[in-house]
C-alpha cells in the first residue's frame, strides 16, 4: 500500500513514516499544500493522511482539488483541529476518516 503523508511538522512526519514503513507501507512525504496537489497529479496513492492546518492553505482545498479532477483516494484527516464542525465539513468533503491531534500511532495502522 502506498501512503502519502501530507504533515508540515518534521518530526510528527517522520514519526508516521518510520511506525508505517515498519507495517511494510510504502511512504511519501508532502510538507505543504502545493507539494501534495503536485504528488497526487503524478502518482496514485491508496491513502492519503492530510493535516488541515499546511503553511501554504488548508488541507481540506487538497480534498476539494481531488474531488474535482475525480480522485478516490482513500483520505484519513490527521489535524489538531477537532471540533465537530471541523471533522462534520472534512468528511462531507470526502474524507474516509478524521483522527484528532495527538492520536495513537496504533489507532492510525487499524
Keep these: 500500500m502506498k501512503i502519502l503523508v501530507v504533515e508540515d511538522e518534521p518530526s510528527l512526519q517522520e514519526v508516521i513514516k518510520t511506525t508505517l514503513e515498519k507495517e ?7 510538507g505543504n499544500l502545493s507539494t501534495a496537489k503536485e504528488k497526487t497529479g503524478v502518482y496514485d496513492y491508496d491513502c492519503i493522511l492530510l493535516d488541515l492546518m499546511l503553511p501554504d492553505g488548508s488541507g481540506l482545498e487538497l480534498l476539494q ?14 489535524s489538531a483541529k477537532d ?3 471541523d471533522k462534520i465539513e472534512g468528511l462531507n468533503l ?12 496504533a489507532e492510525l495502522i487499524a
Design 24 to 30: 511494510r507501507f510504502i511512504v511519501e512525504l508532502a
Design 65 to 78: 482539488h481531488l474531488k474535482q479532477i475525480r480522485r478516490s483516494e482513500n483520505v484519513i484527516i490527521i
Design 83 to 85: 471540533s465537530l464542525e
Design 94 to 105: 470526502g474524507a474516509d476518516d478524521y483522527l484528532a491531534k495527538p492520536f495513537p500511532l
